[in-house]
């Protein structure tokens, strides 16, 4: 048990030299922030979506019952790497440096991050599972996440680093990963320090290999198409409509395909659809039989159905967290908390990934559970970030927020008291171009109804959408005059933002490449 808790944590507290809020004088509470990859809300059932009838994941949704759900949580930059570095500096991607996977992407691990001061601030730490960031974590006294060249993770059998060893297990890595979660707590549990364990699951991402349990289970369905299925992406020709996620682009090892005999291992490799990045999917059907619009439809089905299953393993592994948390009494004073690296394309606007500024990427799931301090059954619609959460579980921990985290404690607004200024728009800069996904470098602002976007790199291109008029962004409405002024007052809004930010709208330090390179680096 985490016995004496109270007691070292309040003299750990006093210690610290943090503004001696009423939080730190109190019992610290235990973090664990559950993170999956790639995890849309319209796939968890407490948010609610088209699926509801064949997904329910009751053990997210007992997390948002027992606390709080957030509905309007945003990503800065919508992709794995730069969104978990803006998660654990607090800081956009051009002040913390990380701004996309490819080429590029190491997290420079000496810079200040929130596991960091809370591990200096006695809390025992350790990370489990998807990490992603090139470097070496810092910061937890113990750790285990996915080592395989690229740190996407296996979900089958993955490689893992071992606090500095690696190792490759057998098993079923959503399994594997919450077993890690476990033994830690297990191991640990004598232990007198408040604790953080960031325990982030490599599912649901590509390639979406569910479970052996789940691999059936959505045989007999046809899953519902999204409305924006069949997006012709007119007035976005040049954005949307110039990508390499839609349903084309699913490679035949995401189909899971077999090779036909005979082939040679590389042979193999190709007809799966690696090895050239751009066309990667292109121009294979699934029979000579089909039309392009059934190919269509039949990849979006087994894309879905191995998605969803995937989250089934997620949400089992987030029940057995749970139900250890209550068999050692640790429930009360632990938050817990599941959100997603940022939200993804469950065939929205005919595309898979993520990456892109419309709500389908841009917004995250995000619940919390506090039972010693946040009233259940709580649903807020405030604008928050994923440069918010630093501060925020430091100031659940009652550590001190450094003047240069650029996010905002919501701890208040967990309690029903949003502070008056508030933020009423959320400023977006995504950079990773042309791969993966083919998506232009765009920033943005949302604000509580409009939403504008500039894609500035080798198109120059603005967006704007009335999400009240227009939840799906299908009517770009740039031109309409209708809109002029709020569009003018947006455009000085951005530029604020820019300046409040830092940030100077342009790729900053790292140059995109060109077409012309890709197509020598992927050979098409
Ligand atoms: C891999 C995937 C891409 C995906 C990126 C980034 N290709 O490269 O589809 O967009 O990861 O994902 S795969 O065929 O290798 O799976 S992220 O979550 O790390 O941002
Ligand atoms: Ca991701």
New binding site residues.
């Given amino acids: 048990m985490w016995i004496g808790v109270v007691l070292i944590a309040t003299m750990a507290a006093t210690v610290v030299s943090c503004d001696s809020t009423t939080a730190s004088k109190k019992k610290r509470p235990n973090i664990i922030y559950i993170m999956s990859?790639?995890h849309a809300t319209h796939a968890i059932s407490a948010y609610g979506g088209i699926y509801d009838d064949y997904l329910q994941t009751p053990n997210i949704d007992r997390i948002a019952n027992e606390g709080i759900k957030f509905n309007n949580v945003f990503c800065t930059n919508a992709?794995?790497?730069p969104s978990r570095a803006a998660i654990l500096t607090g800081k956009y991607s051009h002040e913390n440096g990380y701004y996309k996977?490819e080429s590029g992407g190491k997290f420079d691990s000496t810079q200040w991050t929130f596991p960091r001061a809370m591990q200096t601030n006695g809390y025992k730490t350790a990370l489990v599972g998807k990490w992603?960031l090139g470097t070496e974590p810092v910061g937890f006294d113990y750790f285990k996440y996915h080592d395989n060249p690229g740190q996407?993770g296996f979900y089958y059998n993955p490689i893992y680093n071992d606090n500095g060893t690696k190792v490759k297990e057998e098993g079923y890595a959503t399994t594997l990963t919450t077993n890690y979660a476990l033994d830690w707590l297990e191991k640990e549990k004598e232990n007198d320090q408040p604790f953080l364990l960031m325990l982030q699951y490599k599912a649901p991402?590509?390639?979406w290999y569910p479970e052996k349990k789940y691999e059936h289970l959505y045989d007999s369905v046809e899953m519902p198409y999204p409305a924006t299925f069949y997006d012709d992406y007119q007035g976005r020709e040049l954005t949307a409509g110039d990508t390499d996620m839609t349903m084309d682009f699913f490679n035949r090892k995401d189909m899971k395909l077999t090779p036909p005999e005979g082939l040679t291992q590389k042979e193999q490799g190709k007809w799966l659809g690696w090895g050239n990045r751009r066309g990667m999917g292109e121009g294979w059907m699934p029979s000579d039989t089909m039309t392009v619009e059934q190919a269509r439809k039949w990849k979006y089905q087994r894309y879905i159905k191995d998605y969803l299953a995937c989250v089934k393993s997620v949400d089992d592994g987030i029940g057995r967290v749970l139900d250890y948390l209550d068999e050692q009494g640790l429930a009360e004073n632990t938050i817990v908390v599941y959100t997603s690296?940022q939200g993804f394309y469950l065939g929205d606007h005919g595309f898979f990934?993520k990456r892109f500024m419309y709500e389908p990427s841009l917004r995250m799931p995000f619940v919390l559970r506090y039972p010693a301090a946040i009233k259940k059954h709580q649903e807020n619609n405030d604008m928050i970030t994923n440069v918010d959460f630093a501060p925020t579980i430091l100031d659940f921990a009652g550590l001190e927020i450094p003047a240069d985290v650029q996010g905002r404690s919501f701890v208040a607004n967990t309690m029903g008291k949003k502070p008056k200024d508030w933020p009423t728009s959320m400023y977006y800069h995504y950079y990773e171009f042309p791969f993966?996904?083919h998506v232009q470098p765009h920033y943005g602002l949302r604000g509580e109804r409009y939403k504008l976007i500039h894609f500035y790199y080798n198109v120059d291109q603005w967006e704007f959408y009335d999400l009240e008029k227009d939840p799906d962004e299908m009517n770009n409405a740039i031109d309409d005059p209708a809109y002029a002024d709020i569009i003018a007052k947006m455009k000085e809004d951005l530029k604020k933002s820019q300046e409040l930010y830092k940030d100077n709208g342009s790729l900053n330090e790292f140059r995109a490449i060109t077409d012309a390179d890709f197509g020598q680096i992927s050979g098409s």
């Fill in positions: 990859d790639d992709i794995c790497g996977n992603h996407q991402h590509r390639n690296d990934d993966w996904h």
